[in-house]
């Protein structure tokens, strides 16, 4: 039985272990534990927003679950390391009394031996057990520092998220409004300036979707800050002015793909790790799109083409994950939008 318990504490720990690694190192996906408290805590206030419109519920899941996690992975260690400690009587000594700890006090010694407090009251009951009290204070540091390195690169990241979306609601508040104001000079040269120099931001932010998961799941109450509202209405407009305009200039269109490209690679980061692709085909309203001099397909057409884009269900399964509705990208963030 001793020997039970102290491989499940070993285990434990290496669970925790793995999934701090997976999770801030790795840059490529969440670790077991990361992804199940995540989807945890998102998934019922989703379906509670969904219902009463709580966007203030929504924004608190990114914070509170970087807490929770961090929270989860010190008490999971500090279990594992306390049944180790628990399954020998001698593992732990009282070297005042001369007795061996009982329960209560070995996860007080184990509390302070990963916190690396070291109070000394309590000291391990022989060489092997000073052993794992070094390994349990240098996995301790190992998570404490993991960390804090983590959450402060999720904080930069929540930064960027919502400079990128407030840079492309300043283009226009709807696709139509960003191809209006931007295409006055009939050539989309301004428009091609504009996106060109946001091009770079895009790319980091999918990598850095990529490299913290839980960055998924810090949502904005306005829609004029949300990155999934701002990236979809961006990519709906780049797209139509692609597809009506085949007389632009090879500089213009050049600029334009680029960024469109780079959305799509922020799509596919998506598509492989944080959404599903939605099963209803998302509609687009005639009206909803705009017209242009050198346009040369009809609102009808235009609907038809992006209606048929792949793509469009991985946008609106991140639109709806998010909080979101469909309407809000080609209406804007007017209070009609959200209803």
């Given amino acids: 039985m001793s020997l039970f318990i102290a491989l499940s504490g070993f285990l434990l720990v290496g669970l925790v272990v793995f999934d701090a690694v997976q999770t801030t190192l790795t840059g490529s996906k969440s670790g077991p534990i990361t992804r199940l408290l ?75 031996t990963i916190t690396t407090l070291g109070y000394g009251d309590f000291v391990p009951g022989g060489a092997k057990w000073q052993v794992f009290a070094v390994m349990a204070a240098a996995s301790g540091f190992f998570l404490l520092t993991l960390a804090v390195t983590y959450f402060l690169s999720i904080v930069s990241a929540v930064v960027q998220k919502r400079q990128l979306a407030i840079s492309v609601h300043a283009l226009g508040d709807t696709p139509e409004a960003i191809v209006r104001h931007l295409g006055e000079e009939e050539d989309f040269a301004e428009l091609a300036s504009q996106v060109d120099d946001l091009k770079s931001t895009i790319i980091r932010l999918g990598q850095q979707h990529l490299a913290y998961p839980v960055l998924h ?17 961006l990519y709906q407009a780049l797209t139509i002015v692609l597809h009506a305009s085949p007389s632009l200039a090879p500089s213009v269109r050049f600029k334009l793909t680029t960024t469109l490209s780079a959305l799509e690679s922020f799509l596919a980061v998506l598509d492989r790790n944080f959404v599903s692709r939605s099963d209803q085909l998302p509609m687009i309203e005639p009206a909803w799109l705009p017209r242009h001099p050198t346009f040369s397909r009809n609102p009808t057409e235009i609907r038809r083409y992006l209606e048929g884009l792949d793509s469009q269900r991985v946008w609106h399964a991140y639109i709806e994950k998010d909080g979101w509705r469909w309407e809000t990208v080609w209406q804007g963030s007017s209070d009609q939008a959200e209803r």
């Fill in 217 to 233: 799941y810090y949502h904005e109450v306005r829609p004029d800050r949300a990155l999934p509202v701002a990236l979809c209405k």
């Fill in 38 to 112: 995540c989807q945890l805590a998102w998934y019922p206030a989703l379906r509670l927003h969904r219902r009463y419109r709580l966007h203030g519920l929504l924004a608190s899941m990114g914070p509170w679950s970087t807490v929770a996690l961090i929270t989860v992975w010190l008490g999971l260690v500090w279990l594992g390391w306390w049944l180790v400690f628990n399954s020998q009587p001698q593992a732990v000594f009282h070297p005042d009394s001369g007795t061996f700890a009982n329960p209560t006090e070995r996860l007080y010694f184990i509390g302070y």
